[in-house]
Structures are given as structure tokens and as C-alpha cells.
């Protein structure tokens, strides 16, 4: 295990924001104890950027309140005992320490209690490398020996792994998310309670998956955690074993194409499931807002899009998905080829990103890049002629907008002068004929 060792700051690295330590000191002063605990400890160890950050204190939120009159603190979630502060760095939660009382439905604490100590709060948290806490009194607090985790890159819960998925089966999801963002290893037995706790998943609300299902997607190591959790996911979106069906699998193709994707959720839900029949309705059961389903929606058409490798057809494909949807319906082509090919052994993983594997797909992403660097994807108002000039020559109702869009592809495939004189001539000819 030493061989994998990570490089890790020391505890005199942890530092925090003037705005924060201002807080802190604040609680402090009043007489209750503060510490920086959560993400903000384990990517700051890491040596990973990090932003969000969470407090844990003994004050109940009622104190919190009094004591930081000064600061807007919005009471985001008094019945598990936080608050969010507002600062001029952005916002803060602060949580009163807690011990979770029983979970009869493997999502909710039934009562939260508050804890006396930060060591008793710790012990509720899920995994070893999130059960961390530090102020500039006490220094780091690792009860649960997260650093060494955090050195060996692994993800073990705080305690009995199954009992720990038992009370909130949200921490399964949680701890593919973290092993998909940190490249980190999930231990075995941890690993072992996931797999055989994973049905209570469906107990867990739906945006809370969502958001979990997100930032996994977009982790880095995303796709060896599909691989290895398809059972896991399965229950998540059920829908992926109806691809995991023959060989090769599709569904190894699907992984592969979203996670050649940017980091862009839309684009890699598109990826991942775009194989599917119900893509849509699979979105709406996991609560995504519309922009996000329509954006897939848009890219999903794309993929049965017959285009050919001639100018007319790939500027007809620009016009009528804007540049940025065929741009991105066409990565995801691409990426669907290059998965198969994977595959099926033709090209290397390691190969470009964006090599294109069928000389068809290739020639529509040329004359893609050749029409937009060549500035020929215009739209109707950039046109030198409008909808006035046509009424004025007789045209009505629909024929205006049809016979515009035929003009601007005069001009954008045929290279016609975008000239007012020479499009009128143009439309008088038509006319008259
Ligand atoms: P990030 O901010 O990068 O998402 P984080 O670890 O800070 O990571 P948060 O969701 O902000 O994640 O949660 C803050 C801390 O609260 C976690 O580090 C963990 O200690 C604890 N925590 C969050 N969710 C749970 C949970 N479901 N069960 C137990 N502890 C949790
Ligand atoms: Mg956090």
C-alpha cells in the first residue's frame, strides 16, 4: 500500500479565509467552540481546489444567530440544526454538533439530537476522509485516522459500513461520487456493505440522488466507478441493465462515450443514455429542471439526424441546432464511434478524443468547421433583406419565413452576395417565374 501513497499538505497548510476565521472568532468569543470540518479539511490536505465550507459548532443555531447579528444567516435547514451565513466570500454553513438519533427510514434521522463534542459529531459522519475537523486552537482532529485514508486514497466509513448505509442510504451514492472525484479506492468491506445495501437507495429522494448522480458523472475517475457499481447505478436508473444485456455491451459503450464527454452534465447524461427509449422520462423521475432535459433532449434528436457530407446538409443541421448543440451532437457521434471501435479493439483508448472514427462523420465535422470559420452561419436577421421587403412584393403569411430561410441559404451555402440589391433581384426572378 505505501507504493500508493498520495502526496499530502500538512495540517500547517489548513488555512481559512479572512471572512471565515472572522466568524469563528466571533462564535468563539461568545464562548462556543468552532471547527472547520467536511470537504473544505480533505481537498485542502489533498492539495484540490476547494470553496465550500463547512463549520461545526456548539452553539444551537439560536446562539449562532445572536452571537453573528452582524451577518445575514438564513435559518437553510433549522431542523438539522444549520444555518447559512452570508459573508463577502460567499456563504458558510454552520451546523450545530450533532449525534443522529435511530433512522427508521433509511433516510432521515428520526430525532436529531445536538452532541456536546466535536468528537461526538465526527463519529456521525459518513466516511473517514469527511470525519476531519480543525480550529487554530485544537489544530486537526482526525478520531477516525481520515489522513491515513486520505494518503492511501481510500473511502471507508466512519464506523460499521452496513449499519452507516442502513441509516442513510444517500452515503453509497455519496461514496461512488467521492471515489469518481478523488480517484480514490473503495475499501472492501465498504465497498461490499454498498453492493448489498444498494436497494435502499430507492427509500432516497430523488434530488438528493440527482445531485450525487452529477458530480459523479463529471468525476474524473468516473468511469472505472461505473464499471465497477453498474448494480449500484442499476437501482439508481434501472434502465442501464436493459443494456447490459448482450455483448459487447452496450452499456460499456455508453460509460465510455460519457466519459469522454467535458464536464458538462448535460452532455454526459445525453452520453450516457442516449441508447435508451426512455432517456427523457429517466430524467424527470431523477427531478432535473427543464433546461437540462431539453438540452439532452436536443442532442439525443441529433444522434438519428440523417446528415450527409455535402455543405447544404451540414449547414441545414447548424441552422436548425444552433452551433453549439451540432457541435456538441456531434462530439457525442464521434464519441459513440470511437467507444464501439474501443470495443471492438479498432482504435486505442488512448487515441486523440476527438478522432473521428468513420470517414463520414469526419467529412461532416470538416464542413462544419470550414462553414462556421468561414462565417456562413448566419441567421434570418442578419440577412440583408427582411420580412418587410417581402410583404412588399406580395408574399404572405408563411411563404415570408420560407422564403427568407431559402435566401439565407443562398447565401450561406451557394456564397450569393448577402446584398439587399442582388437578394431583391433574386426574389423579383422568383416571382415572376
Ligand atoms: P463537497 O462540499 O465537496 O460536496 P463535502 O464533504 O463538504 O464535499 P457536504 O455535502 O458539503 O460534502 O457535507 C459536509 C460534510 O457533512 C461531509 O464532509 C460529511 O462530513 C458530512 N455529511 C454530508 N452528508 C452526509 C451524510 N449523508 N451522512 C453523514 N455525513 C454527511
Ligand atoms: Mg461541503
Keep these: 500500500m505505501k507504493g500508493c501513497d498520495r502526496q499530502m499538505r500538512t495540517n500547517e497548510s489548513i488555512k481559512v479565509p479572512d471572512s471565515t476565521r472572522a466568524v469563528m472568532s466571533l462564535l468563539e468569543e461568545a464562548g462556543f467552540e468552532c471547527f472547520v470540518?467536511?470537504?473544505?479539511?480533505?481537498?485542502?490536505?489533498?492539495?484540490?481546489?476547494?470553496?465550500?465550507?463547512?463549520?461545526?459548532?456548539?452553539?444551537?443555531?439560536?446562539?449562532?444567530?445572536?452571537?453573528?447579528?452582524?451577518?445575514?444567516?438564513?435559518?437553510?435547514?433549522?431542523?438539522?440544526?444549520?444555518?447559512?451565513?452570508?459573508?463577502t466570500d460567499g456563504s458558510i454553513e454552520i451546523t450545530t454538533f450533532r449525534e443522529d438519533g435511530m433512522y427508521s427510514d433509511f433516510r432521515h434521522p428520526d430525532v436529531v439530537r445536538y452532541a456536546k463534542t466535536i468528537e461526538e459529531d465526527l463519529a456521525r459522519r459518513d466516511f473517514t476522509i469527511n470525519a476531519l475537523a480543525w480550529n487554530e486552537k485544537r489544530g486537526l482532529i482526525d478520531p477516525w485516522d481520515g489522513q491515513s485514508d486520505l494518503k492511501k486514497g481510500l473511502i471507508r466509513t466512519v464506523g460499521d459500513a452496513n449499519q452507516r448505509f442502513r441509516e442513510d442510504?444517500?452515503?453509497?451514492?455519496?461514496?461512488?461520487?467521492?471515489?469518481?472525484?478523488?480517484?480514490?479506492?473503495?475499501?472492501?468491506?465498504?465497498?461490499?456493505?454498498?453492493?448489498?445495501?444498494?436497494?435502499?437507495?430507492?427509500?432516497?429522494?430523488?434530488?438528493?440522488?440527482?445531485?450525487?448522480?452529477?458530480?459523479?458523472?463529471?468525476?474524473?475517475?468516473?468511469?472505472?466507478?461505473?464499471?465497477?457499481?453498474?448494480?449500484?447505478?442499476?437501482?439508481?436508473?434501472?434502465?442501464?441493465?436493459?443494456?447490459?444485456?448482450?455483448?459487447?455491451?452496450p452499456l460499456n459503450v455508453a460509460f465510455l462515450r460519457a466519459s469522454s464527454m467535458g464536464r458538462d452534465i448535460p452532455l454526459r447524461l445525453a452520453a450516457l443514455l442516449c441508447d435508451l427509449e426512455n432517456a427523457?422520462?429517466?430524467?424527470?423521475?431523477?427531478?432535473?429542471?427543464?433546461?437540462?432535459?431539453?438540452?439532452?433532449?436536443?442532442?439525443?434528436?441529433?444522434?438519428?439526424?440523417?446528415?450527409?457530407?455535402?455543405?447544404?446538409?451540414?449547414?441545414?443541421?447548424?441552422?436548425?441546432?444552433?452551433?453549439?448543440?451540432?457541435?456538441?451532437?456531434?462530439?457525442?457521434?464521434?464519441?459513440?464511434?470511437?467507444?464501439?471501435?474501443?470495443?471492438?479493439?479498432?482504435?486505442?483508448?488512448?487515441?486523440?478524443?476527438?478522432?473521428?472514427?468513420?470517414?463520414?462523420?469526419?467529412?461532416?465535422?470538416?464542413?462544419?468547421?470550414?462553414?462556421?470559420?468561414r462565417n456562413r452561419i448566419l441567421e434570418l436577421k442578419d440577412l440583408a433583406v427582411n420580412g418587410h421587403d417581402l410583404l412588399g412584393r406580395g408574399y404572405r403569411g408563411q411563404e415570408v419565413g420560407a422564403m427568407l430561410e431559402i435566401l439565407l441559404e443562398k447565401v450561406c451555402v451557394d456564397d450569393f452576395p448577402n446584398e439587399r440589391e442582388s437578394l431583391l433581384a433574386a426574389i423579383d426572378s422568383k416571382s415572376e417565374n
Design 280 to 373: 427523457l422520462e429517466i430524467l424527470k423521475r431523477l427531478r432535473y429542471d427543464n433546461a437540462t432535459i431539453d438540452r439532452v433532449e436536443k442532442l439525443i434528436a441529433f444522434q438519428s439526424e440523417k446528415l450527409f457530407p455535402e455543405k447544404r446538409s451540414v449547414w441545414r443541421g447548424l441552422y436548425r441546432y444552433g452551433q453549439k448543440d451540432f457541435l456538441d451532437g456531434m462530439r457525442l457521434r464521434v464519441a459513440g464511434e470511437r467507444a464501439h471501435a474501443n470495443i471492438q479493439g479498432i482504435v486505442a483508448p488512448s487515441a486523440p478524443a476527438d478522432t473521428a472514427v468513420s470517414p463520414t462523420t469526419a467529412a461532416i465535422a470538416q464542413i462544419a468547421d470550414d462553414l462556421i470559420r
Design 37 to 87: 470540518v467536511g470537504g473544505y479539511l480533505r481537498d485542502t490536505l489533498l492539495g484540490r481546489a476547494t470553496f465550500d465550507i463547512d463549520l461545526a459548532t456548539s452553539a444551537t443555531p439560536e446562539d449562532v444567530m445572536r452571537s453573528l447579528s452582524r451577518y445575514v444567516v438564513i435559518p437553510t435547514g433549522l431542523r438539522h440544526g444549520t444555518v447559512t451565513v452570508l459573508t
Design 169 to 249: 442510504a444517500l452515503r453509497i451514492l455519496r461514496g461512488l461520487r467521492l471515489s469518481a472525484e478523488l480517484s480514490f479506492q473503495i475499501e472492501e468491506r465498504t465497498s461490499d456493505a454498498m453492493r448489498s445495501c444498494a436497494q435502499l437507495l430507492k427509500h432516497v429522494a430523488r434530488e438528493r440522488l440527482q445531485v450525487e448522480l452529477n458530480r459523479l458523472l463529471i468525476g474524473e475517475n468516473a468511469l472505472s466507478v461505473m464499471q465497477g457499481y453498474v448494480d449500484i447505478l442499476s437501482v439508481v436508473i434501472p434502465e442501464l441493465s436493459i443494456l447490459d444485456d448482450c455483448a459487447p455491451s
